[in-house]
Structures are given as structure tokens and as C-alpha cells.
């Protein structure tokens, strides 16, 4: 999981440059009236995330304002009408938030390319927070889909924020050699002795809710099988030592990059197998 930075622009000026794209004079003055509602949300979401606390957020079918209540369809529709929608009034907020990651690379998979935007708290549960920027989150389709609409019941359920989970500094992530034909990986979580029970509990809801140990596993084989040639032309020149090596070196410098990639994890636990260094590799 990769941390990025937060958006910039606060909630109630992308409310706003949503709701004036709204023909409806009824619903327009209503929208109008839960401005500061969005803006309490907003405050209160950041700080609820600040402090681990996000699960205490109390969900609402609809909010009330002062010409007149919202319903959460009614800002769901605001969300995908205009703030998601191209060429909508807020789509180029919409792009500007996609582009945030690095690489253009989901940063709950670290793998699949960015193509949709997160609501951290779903907007069908939470609609004050339907257009709030620091509950937009840009992934991939595959993770948003994995990970759900569920809000989190209790401290362990919060699912890893991009924005406000730093979790880059400690490996986490690891991987072992399949000793078979062709050979294979399997991946793991395995948390730091320093972290608590809390913390090492969402990073393991994290890695298997969003599927990480299949879809790092499918793309390590075709991997093994790309440097094949390579490990065996080191092999028979130099034998299982420069295999190691080659290994290592491939390892650390992945490490330099991202110490938690599932390039590094494969290639440390490539270099660590001794089976797969002394010729495993070209089975």
C-alpha cells in the first residue's frame, strides 16, 4: 500500500462547482442549504482519520438542511453526474485527484493502473461525504470492486487510507518459492514485532480483501519465467553464488524504490531458496 498526497482543494468548493451544474431550482436551494453540513463532514472525517477513529462516523440516509433535507440518492447523483462524469462541471477535480498516484498506479494493489476514484466512506452510507475530496481515493477497478461498500465496525475494519496510513517504512511484505514446474510464489503478510495488534490486524484485512496474495502470485510466475534465460546464462558461467547475487541485487534495488513491491519480496525470496538458485530456476 502506497501513501499520497492529499487533495488540496476542500470539499466545499467542489460542493459548490457540482451544485451549479444543477438546472432544478428546488433541489439547487437545497443542496445550497447542506454547505455547511459538507464542510462539518469534512472536518470531522479528517479528523476521525487523523486519529484512527473513522469507524465512530455515524452513517445517515439523508442530511438535513436549513431550505430542506438532501437524500443520499440525491448526492449520489450529484457525485456521478457531476464530479464523475465526463465533461461534467467538476470532472477536470475528478482527474486532477486520478493523477495523484504515483505512476498512475493503484495505490492499494501498487500494481494495477489507476481508473476509477475510492469512496473511503461510501457515499450510499455517508452521503455528506459524497464529493469530499479526502474520501476520494484514485485505484484500480479491480480493488474498488474487492473492497466494497461496507463502512468499518470497529478499529481493525478500517481499511488502509492512501491519504493518512504510512505504513512505507516497515516491510511488511514477503514471499516464498514454489519449488515445482515451472516454478512459482506465494505471498504473505507478515507484520512487524513493533506494530499492534490493531495495525498488523487492517494489513492483513487490506492484502486479502483486495485479493494482493492471487494477483501478486499470477504475475511473479510470467516474472520467473522472464528471467529464466538470463539466471541460467549466470549460472553456467559463474554458478548458485552469482544466481544470489544477481537475486539480491535485484531485490535491494526494487527496495530502493518501495521496500513492500511484490518485485522485491520475489526476488528476496528467490535469492533465499537455495534449491531455485542452484538450477530450480530452469525447471
Known amino acids: 500500500m502506497w501513501t499520497i498526497e492529499k ?23 437545497r443542496l445550497q442549504g447542506i454547505r455547511q453540513k459538507v464542510t462539518d463532514a469534512e472536518t470531522d472525517f479528517d479528523s476521525k482519520c487523523l486519529s484512527g477513529e473513522i469507524h465512530l462516523i455515524a452513517e445517515a440516509a439523508e442530511i438535513e438542511g436549513v431550505a430542506g433535507n438532501v437524500s443520499g440518492r440525491e448526492m449520489e447523483r450529484l457525485y456521478d453526474r457531476h464530479l464523475a462524469r465526463q465533461k461534467s462541471r467538476g470532472h477536470a477535480i475528478y482527474d486532477k485527484i486520478m493523477m495523484a498516484a504515483p505512476h498512475r498506479q493503484c495505490p492499494f494493489c501498487g500494481h494495477l493502473p489507476v481508473s476509477t476514484l475510492d469512496h473511503t466512506l461510501p457515499k450510499t452510507l455517508h452521503p455528506a461525504l459524497a464529493v469530499t475530496p479526502i474520501n476520494l481515493v484514485p485505484c484500480c477497478k479491480d480493488c474498488n470492486h474487492n473492497k466494497g461498500t461496507l463502512a468499518p465496525a470497529d478499529p481493525q475494519a478500517q481499511f488502509l487510507n492512501a491519504y493518512y496510513d504510512d505504513i512505507s517504512g516497515d516491510r511488511w511484505l514477503f514471499a516464498s518459492i514454489i519449488e515445482s514446474s515451472p516454478p512459482a510464489a506465494i505471498f504473505f503478510v507478515d507484520a512487524p514485532d513493533h506494530w499492534d495488534g490493531v495495525l498488523a490486524g487492517r494489513v492483513e484485512r487490506h492484502f486479502a480483501t483486495l485479493k494482493l496474495a492471487e494477483l501478486y502470485a499470477s504475475q511473479a510466475g510470467r516474472q520467473l519465467q522472464n528471467i529464466r534465460r538470463a539466471l541460467s546464462n549466470t549460472y553456467y558461467a559463474d554458478g548458485a553464488g552469482a544466481v544470489y547475487s544477481d537475486l539480491l541485487e535485484r531485490s535491494l534495488s526494487c527496495a530502493d524504490v518501495t521496500v513492500n513491491s511484490w518485485e522485491g519480496a520475489l526476488y528476496a525470496a528467490a535469492s533465499e531458496n537455495d534449491w531455485y538458485c542452484n538450477g530450480g530456476f530452469s525447471n
Open 7 to 29: 487533495p488540496a482543494i476542500m470539499a466545499c468548493d467542489i460542493f459548490s462547482i457540482c451544485v451549479s451544474g444543477i438546472q432544478n431550482d428546488g433541489l439547487r436551494s
